[in-house]
């Protein structure tokens, strides 16, 4: 199952929800309120509640809410420091995220300090690599594009697996054809699997199809076969 980052050919791999109108607003998730109600949950001494409260932006209707700007950049500032200073790898994980989704110039860079950050786990860079193919879609900004891609192609000879899929998405949505040759050779070799989605080479044999045919091929990630009714445990 693979769903547009941004209305493009990008293929990320996302669980979709729909919330019920009724849910959402029962929730609260509609109200400005409620955004101010989240910055406060991120702020909690625990971890879970953190969590919990990251896992809320995802549902959260910023279009009819219509935050002021104090308030988004309120959001966005919180965000980027759980990212960056979080004890907790889950809540970092779930900050970098909620950025994947957050399409302005700023979320790129607070995630690209995070994929190459000394010590950082390999969960986190992933997601934060994933996050950057999403973000930088359709920059106007050649500069950051120009240092990003030296980047991803470094990550894509990562011992991390993690890291080594999700630059291989990033570089697929972004098209950037320089980097072929490396995903021809993953495509053959690399047999390593991501755990809960697929091998690093179909990832790899994916991107490529994406740029021959001009779509990512269909592929159902392992959790979603796992949680399909009548599915062995």
């Known amino acids: 199952m693979r769903t547009s ?9 996302e669980i979709i ?5 009724s849910t959402a607003v029962g929730c609260g998730v509609a109200r400005k309120k409620s955004l101010d109600r989240l910055l406060t949950a991120l702020q909690s001494p625990t971890p879970d509640e ?3 409260a990251l896992s809320w ?3 959260f209707d910023w ?6 700007r104090k308030q988004r950049d309120q959001a966005f500032h919180a ?3 759980l990212l960056a200073r979080d004890p907790d790898q889950k809540v970092r994980v779930e900050a970098a995220h909620v950025l994947t989704f957050w399409f302005e110039p700023r979320a790129t860079e607070a995630l690209l300090l995070a994929a190459d950050r000394d010590g950082e786990s390999a969960l986190v860079r992933g997601q934060a690599i994933e996050g950057i193919g999403n973000t930088l879609q359709g920059s106007a900004s050649s500069k950051r594009r120009a240092r990003v891609i030296p980047k991803l192609l470094g990550w894509l000879r990562d011992p991390a697996v993690e ?3 999700w630059s291989i998405y990033a570089v697929g949505v972004l098209e950037v054809k320089e980097a ?3 995903l021809e050779e993953l495509a053959r070799t690399d047999d390593a699997m991501f755990e809960n989605w697929w091998r690093v080479r179909d990832e790899a044999s994916d991107a490529l199809a994406s740029w021959d045919h001009g779509e990512w091929p269909d592929r159902d990630p392992a959790w979603l076969t796992q949680a399909a009714p009548g599915a062995s445990s």
């Open 63 to 68: 279009r009819s809410t219509k935050p002021s």
């Open 50 to 52: 953190r969590s919990d």
């Open 79 to 81: 965000l980027s420091a």
């Open 180 to 182: 072929r040759p490396i």
């Open 17 to 21: 929800v729909i919330t019920p109108a």
């Open 5 to 13: 980052a941004v209305g493009g050919a990008g293929a990320a791999r």
């Open 163 to 165: 890291v080594r899929f």
């Open 57 to 59: 932006f995802h549902g």
